[in-house]
Each structure stands twice: as C-alpha cells, then as structure tokens.
C-alpha cells in the first residue's frame, strides 16, 4: 500500500506559477509510472503529466509549461508548473502506478490539491 500526500496547491493570477509537490509513504521500483492528474468542476479527470525511468509525458495543453520530476531518495514527485492560465484550475491529483508508464491504470491516488487560475 502507498500513500500519496499533495501540497503546494493554491491561488495564482494567470502567468504565475506554482510548484506541486506528492510524498510517497514507501519507495516504489524507480522504473514504475507515476504521473500527475487533474479534474475541473463537470470535467473528467485527465493525465496532466506522467514520469518513469525512461521517459516524460506532458498533455499538449501543458507542454513546454509544466516540467514534471521526481526524487527517489526522497520518494518524491513534482510538478512545476509556469505561465499558469485559467484554464489549469482544478484539484490536481498525485498517482502511482505498478507498472512503466503506458501499462496499464494509476494504482495509488493522493487526496489532491487544488490550483485555482485567476485572470
């Protein structure tokens, strides 16, 4: 069982920035996905960014303004995120997966923090 704990969550004008943070209760196989998700308000859920020994994903609404990380020393994810706009509002969820990315579902989610965008 792994628990995942977000922070770094608030409210920011749009072109700000933010950087979000997950603490993983346990290490995980440094090779195993673990991504950042997010939901808005009458939105499903959608992958925002997901990370694994070999390689990065960004959603293309996102790309070359998030930068997505991770520590294993310290069991940590992160998730930078500049040039913020409104459309980035919703509570961002941390998940780990058991698997490289691309195989299959999250296994773990975090509570979420939520990023609110004002214009």
């Known amino acids: 069982q792994v628990q995942l704990a977000e922070s770094g969550g608030g409210s920011v004008q749009a072109g700000g920035s933010l950087r979000l943070s997950c603490a993983a209760s346990?290490?995980?196989?440094?090779?195993?996905?673990m991504g950042w998700f997010r939901q808005a308000p009458g939105k499903e859920r959608e992958e925002v960014a997901v990370?694994?020994?070999?390689?990065?994903r960004y959603a293309d609404s996102v790309k070359g303004r998030f930068t997505i990380s991770r520590d294993g020393a310290k069991n940590s994810l992160y998730l930078q995120m500049t040039s913020l706009k409104p459309e980035d509002t919703a509570m961002y969820y941390c998940?780990?997966?058991?698997?490289?990315?691309?195989?299959?579902?999250?296994?773990?989610w975090g509570q979420g923090t939520q990023v609110t965008v004002s214009s």
């Open positions: 346990t290490s995980t196989y440094y090779w195993y996905c």
């Open positions: 990370i694994d020994d070999i390689a990065t």
């Open positions: 998940a780990s997966f058991t698997s490289s990315c691309g195989g299959g579902d999250p296994r773990y």
